[in-house]
């Protein structure tokens, strides 16, 4: 789950991370009484989207930038009027963008240096990792391919938490001065709190900025969390935009479905992770292209597989559906009754191959085999793979 930059701010306050004064506004009558009430002489008006690149971004309308800088109240309203209501398309949105309803503006801020820091979790020590860089404002992986040796990396013990010492390090790493050393430990450590009590997956401060009255504060944020640990967040589940997501994947998620919808032709609807990328790769092998990585779990339920369907059939670009089901906790015989109570539902009129494997298989097969609807059986992975590739084909 991702969520806004103004959120973002909204967490940072709430974790004593100092921020720019400013608000969120969605319309320009709102963008105006914010930049009357922040009293700057200099404003930033800032498009909100679930997407990195937004400065450079361009509206459908023609208006060039999602983040400009103004000197008035009228001119941030006048620039809210041309980005609110418009899709940004920036070079993670897709040529269709993302549609503005909210801008944040804030006051602008003098910058003497621009550095990068962020928490991620790190999987080959399975706890916390900070990586900073003197080198802010810019995608860290370009610096990563350009300059490594500026790349600061700084490993947090799962237990003992982010110290005093390695703050202290990284701030000096970071060129940072004596006078700023305990304003950036205790930025740090406010960091390093948020991230472990919000139950993060990722935390990326770029840039966080120097000003130039020598004040270190972050100046825009990403937030990633784990999805898995949100039942004990129900107020950062509140902030969830679902404007911003793939329809298809909110309609997986109300049904507790794994979803992601992928640029090919051939839909899967598979039980496990594991065996779904197994079905995506030899439906790649056999010349096929998947449309989705679709993980129903280990127990769904008839009511769960028939939505899976109707999700699948969503997809436009959809012209053949593969099911491979490996029945441990799951049995084959409810996962063939889902299949056949969607076939009815949608008059599905794609082909569709069917592998199942594992508890009350025979019943399974039996079922779909004496519902007379048009459902191809098949015994093996590599068999329904290459079935459904042909039928495809065919079609």
Known sequence: MNIHE??????FQKFGVPTAKGNVASSPEEVEAVAKSIGAPKLVVKSQIHAGGRGKGR???GFQGGVHVCGSPAE???IAWKMLGQPLITHQTGPEGRVVNKVLVVEAIEIEKELYFAIVLDRASSAPMIIAS???GMDIETVAASTPERILREPIHPTLGLQPYQTRKLAKQLGLTSAQLPAAGKLFTAIYKLFIACDCSLLEVNP???TKAGEVMPLDAKFNFDDNALFRHPEIVAMRDVLEEDPREVAASRFNLNYIGLDGNIACLVNGAGLAMATMDIIKFYGGDPA???DVGGGASKEQVAAAFKIILGDKKVKGILVNIFGGIMQCDIIAAGILAAVQETALGIPLVVRLEGSNVELGKKMIRESGLAVISADTLADAAQKIVAAVEAA
């Open 134 to 136: 003197t080198e802010g």
């Open 76 to 78: 941030a309203g006048e």
């Open 59 to 61: 509206f459908a309308n």
């Open 208 to 210: 966080l900025v120097v």
């Open 6 to 11: 103004y959120q973002a701010r909204e967490l």
């Open 292 to 294: 989705n990585f679709l």
